[in-house]
């Protein structure tokens, strides 16, 4: 069995400042790691992923996240948000090989502020 | 590339009334996903299709749930009949590898 853990449910943060959203996985097998963005009424949008390699991982919009194994953590970060990122950002795990569902997290709501 | 299209994007119902909600999948893609997404909670899967079979349908009720998935393309997903908790966004998702592409949802509401 697999889990994910968002412990922050809201992070407020002005414009142009730095953020970082938390993600703690669990799992017993190997892993890989995704983060979704979902903009109101929409579908949700693949932000980066982690598949094997560098531990260091760029997605798009600016958005990075780090892989460590030691933590069983995938934090995102960004060094300067901009009004545009507000949105709900979720966590996914998923153990490799096979046809393995896809765990989310609970979400975290960025919310920029002018 | 099309993306993920469902349909429809809003539906308003009644307590043990029936709906059904249409998915169709980017072309060639062998995998299917139904999410139920809770306000104020993460998608949780309730189907899984590799084709047109079933992978994982765990967490389906299936007292009150059904899938399917025909020609292997694209699918539908009933609920009969619904319940108040029912209420949430319902997800569509397909792969061909690793990534998964989700249609834009279709938001359920039982009054």
């Known amino acids: 069995a697999q889990s994910v853990t968002q412990l922050d449910s809201q992070v407020p943060v002005f414009e142009e400042a730095p953020v970082e959203l938390r993600c703690n996985y669990s799992?017993?097998?190997?892993?890989?790691l995704f983060w979704y963005v979902q903009y109101p009424n929409q579908g949700l949008q693949l932000l980066l992923k982690y598949l094997s390699g560098s531990t260091l991982v760029k997605g798009i919009n600016g958005f990075e996240a780090e892989f460590n194994k030691s933590q069983t953590s995938f934090h995102l970060r960004k060094p300067s948000v901009h009004i545009s990122d507000t949105a709900e950002y979720f966590c996914a795990v998923r153990d490799s090989g096979g046809y393995q569902k896809v765990t989310f997290g609970t979400g975290t709501k960025l919310q920029v502020i002018p | 590339e099309a993306g993920v299209a469902q349909s429809p994007r809003y539906k308003i119902i009644e307590k043990r009334q029936s709906v059904a909600f249409w998915c169709n999948p980017i072309s060639g893609h062998a995998t299917l996903y139904w999410y139920q997404q809770i306000l104020g909670q993460g998608p949780k899967l309730l189907i899984q299709?590799?084709?047109?079979?079933?992978?994982?349908d765990s967490q389906l009720p299936k007292d009150r749930f059904s899938a399917e998935r025909l020609k292997g393309v694209d699918s539908t997903l009933k609920i009969q009949p619904a319940k108040l908790e029912d209420s949430a966004v319902y997800l569509c998702?397909?792969?061909?590898?690793?990534?998964?592409?989700f249609g834009p949802g279709t938001r359920l509401t039982v009054l």
């Open positions: 799992s017993s097998v190997s892993v890989y």
């Open positions: 299709f590799q084709n047109n079979g079933v992978v994982d």
């Open positions: 998702a397909s792969s061909s590898a690793v990534e998964q592409f």
